[in-house]
DNA sequence: ACCTGAACACCGTTCAAGT
DNA sequence: ACCTGAACACCGTTCAAGT
């Protein structure tokens, strides 16, 4: 009870600060618009967060965190690494079910000289989560350690590109088909590949 | 030389937007400073371009031209189509090389739907370009139209998102392994798969 | 034809002041 | 403990005015 209370108002803004920035960016991300859909001041959002770095931080460490928490539910869940490999994409596709939103971190990666480091930093910390995931993965199925981390990065790569492109055509169903595109080469399994 | 010297001013504030648009994206395109770098003043861009919108809208047109035409000259340069898909990010990876500078229309496809359409229509008609071009080379592998032109979406997006990747870790070598790692999966090629 | 200073409504941020 | 109005330097944009 207490602690609701007591979270409720930095919660607020934390959630709202969430969707837009994932609509509209770090750049996109209004004070003033944030304070409004909070039902406070801009000058108030200031007692909450020292700044909007900082607030764009713990925004996007929280995402970091529930992404990491999602793959891991995802490994537990399924039944082995080639599976795991072929659902990873379900993550980057709900945000675009929900409102043509897109993967925070990587939106913000496409502003990511002009962030401050504390929010660079979360960005970075994000990518790396998913791709010591994707990476685990690959070394489940059989790949060498290197080829498993290369393979990482460029997986994730694609995966963002896929729903950054969807994002500006509002077509979740080109999501779809570049995502099957990319089974269809091979890039979202395992040991198939030298 | 009138020509030349009529154009001097618009061609300046159109090299320079062009710099900075593919490092800092629309939003961060300042306009004093735009105008500082010209040597004029903010106001004065105004004579040359009706608005910012204007400007950027300008900018993505010229890049999408100079794009498609560096497309077309390497396809004719080229032996064949095999060759053409393999070099094909070779023109992302220059944007890199200069500057840790990105494409300008995928960094602008983050800020997409906050973009002004005019400015829209000139990143999607940069990104057609490029995906029309791609579609070409994979049926002249053999491909089947439909499945080619879904391929080219899958080639955009991955390519795309390599070098934003690249970019905010400011590491070519990291867009060189992850280019690798799509040719290895056989994302680049035409003919090898289904 | 080309440029400018001054002004407008907007932004992130600060701070003294309110409850 | 939590919020606010007023102010700051900044942004895109306009416009009357300069050459």
Known sequence: MKIEAEASSRAKILFEATRIAQAHGYSGLNLRNLAQQVGIKAA???YHFPSKADLAAAVARRYAEDSVATLEALSLEASDAETCLRRYPETFRRSLENGNRICLCSF???EYDDLP???QTEVQAFADGNIAW?????QLT???RQHAQTRAYAIFAAVSGAQLMARGRADIGLFDSIIESYRVAGLLRGENTT
Chains 1, 2 share one sequence.
């Open 44 to 46: 108030s959002l200031y």
């Open 108 to 110: 913000m990666a496409a």
């Open 117 to 119: 480091s504390e929010v």
């Open 134 to 138: 994707l990476g685990k993965m690959l």
């Open 142 to 144: 059989g790949m060498k």
